[in-house]
């Protein structure tokens, strides 16, 4: 059974900077492309940022280019999200996916996890 389990969610003032992280578990699981998604109140979740299996290619949404980074530690099977410069917009539920195969900046993932709040205070 494969879990997602990311971290890192909490309140920050406009500006500030959070971490996520996003451990993936399971016997055998091996991710490949990895990403970011998010859901703000009454809105459709959207895409945030996706990262190959190697780590090589990056892809982000235009609202956190340049003030969002993906990375991971395939040792640890963990993907990260560090965010910086956040404001009141960033706001949402953040949520990790993994994919069997190949990345994507939509969101055709095999796996997803449960969720973590961000919330910036204006």
């Known amino acids: 059974q494969v879990q997602l389990v990311e971290s890192g969610g909490g309140l920050v003032q406009t500006g500030g900077s959070l971490r996520l992280s996003c451990a993936a578990s399971g016997r055998t699981f091996i991710p490949d492309g990895m990403g970011w998604f998010r859901r703000a109140p009454g809105k459709e979740r959207e895409f945030v940022a996706a990262i190959s299996g190697s780590g090589s290619g990056t892809w982000y949404a235009d609202s956190v280019k340049g003030r969002f980074t993906i990375s991971r530690d395939n040792a640890k099977n963990t993907v990260y999200l560090q965010m910086n410069s956040l404001k009141p917009e960033d706001t949402a539920v953040y949520y990790c996916?993994?994919?069997?195969?190949?990345?994507?900046?939509?969101?055709?993932?095999?796996?997803w996890g449960q969720g973590t709040q961000v919330t910036v205070s204006s």
């Open positions: 996916a993994a994919r069997n195969y190949g990345v994507t900046t939509t969101a055709k993932y095999d796996y």
